[in-house]
């Protein structure tokens, strides 16, 4: 085949693969005429349920890894723990002074009708001061912190 014959023979293959792409674009663009809508009301056929099969596997046999066989596993009972219900103590925040040369901060807390005067890490009658400032401190008694709020 000649030089010539080669490059006619691929340019008219180009065209033709060219010329099905550019038809389907064409194609796709164009607007087919619509299928007129037919309302039909589906019917629904409802499936039988079967009751399926249930197993279960035993894995009684010898771990291959390990070459032991498995533990029997004992069931554990869990009971349920009642918790105590613990009380809200009565605490109220009035105030705070501090001096302006030392960090340190003194607060005015009333517990349970008590006043007392509170720094940070100060615990009296099972309360816990652990951080404060103007309009808030958090206590901590019984196990669990509570914010109380300036009144």
Same mark, same amino acid.
């Given at each position: 085949?000649?030089?010539? &014959?080669?490059?006619?023979?691929?340019?008219?293959?180009? &065209?033709?693969?060219?010329?099905?792409?550019?038809?389907?674009?064409?194609?796709?663009?164009? =607007?087919?005429?619509? /299928?007129?809508?037919?309302?039909?009301?589906?019917?629904?056929?409802? =499936? +039988?349920?079967?009751?399926?099969?249930?197993?279960?596997?035993?894995?009684?046999?010898?771990?291959?890894? &390990?070459?032991?066989?498995?533990?029997?596993?004992?069931?554990?009972?869990?009971?349920?723990?009642?918790?105590?219900?613990?009380? =809200?103590?009565?605490?109220?925040?009035? $105030?705070?002074?501090?001096?302006? $040369?030392?960090?340190?901060?003194?607060?005015?807390? +009333?517990? #349970? $009708?008590?006043?007392?005067? /509170?720094?940070?890490?100060?615990?009296?009658? $099972?309360?816990?001061?652990? =951080?404060?400032?103007?309009?808030?401190?958090?206590?901590?008694? #019984?196990?669990? +912190?509570?914010?109380?709020?300036?009144?």
């Amino acid at each position: 085949m000649s030089k010539n &014959l080669r490059t006619y023979l691929l340019l008219a293959l180009v &065209l033709l693969i060219w010329g099905i792409i550019g038809f389907k674009v064409i194609h796709a663009i164009s =607007k087919d005429p619509e /299928m007129p809508m037919v309302a039909t009301q589906p019917t629904l056929i409802p =499936k +039988s349920t079967e009751k399926r099969d249930t197993f279960e596997l035993m894995a009684d046999y010898r771990d291959p890894f &390990l070459g032991t066989l498995p533990l029997s596993k004992k069931k554990t009972v869990k009971r349920a723990v009642q918790k105590k219900p613990i009380s =809200k103590r009565n605490i109220v925040y009035s $105030g705070l002074v501090s001096q302006t $040369g030392s960090g340190n901060t003194m607060y005015f807390v +009333s517990i #349970d $009708g008590q006043q007392h005067i /509170m720094s940070k890490n100060e615990e009296i009658n $099972g309360v816990r001061l652990l =951080k404060g400032n103007g309009q808030h401190i958090t206590v901590r008694y #019984d196990g669990r +912190s509570e914010t109380i709020v300036l009144q």
